[in-house]
């Protein structure tokens, strides 16, 4: 099993900037894709961008120019930079990660809320 742990999120005002960090601990796995989604109330989760492991990386329309997406493989850590946080980026920012443990499966982290405010 892959486990992942999340931190980052909180509270900040519109126009500022946050950084999320997701990281799976252990060994005995390799990751090839990791990504960032977030899911707002009422709404379906959605991609906000995602890096291979050859750093090739794919952004949101609405992530562009505002949000970084890195990884650090050595660490199995994917970052999320976001910068000119708006309103409308309020909500909880899931990881995912695409692992070989035996075999290839999909692994979601807990959520971070990320809250906005104007």
């Known amino acids: 099993q892959v486990h992942l742990v999340e931190s980052g999120g909180g509270l900040v005002q519109a126009g500022g900037s946050l950084r999320l960090s997701c990281t799976a601990p252990?060994?005995?796995?390799?990751?090839?894709?990791m990504g960032w989604y977030r899911q707002a109330p009422g709404k379906q989760r959605e991609l906000v961008a995602t890096?291979?492991?050859?750093?090739?990386?794919n952004y949101a329309d609405s992530a562009k120019g505002r949000f970084t997406i890195s990884r650090d493989n050595a660490k199995n850590t994917v970052y999320l930079q976001m910068n000119s946080l708006k309103p409308e980026d309020t909500a909880v920012y899931y990881c995912k990660v695409r692992a070989y443990y035996r075999r290839y499966d999909d692994y979601w982290g807990q959520g971070t809320q990320v809250t906005v405010s104007s």
């Open positions: 252990g060994s005995g796995f390799s990751i090839s894709v």
């Open positions: 890096i291979t492991s050859s750093y090739d990386t």
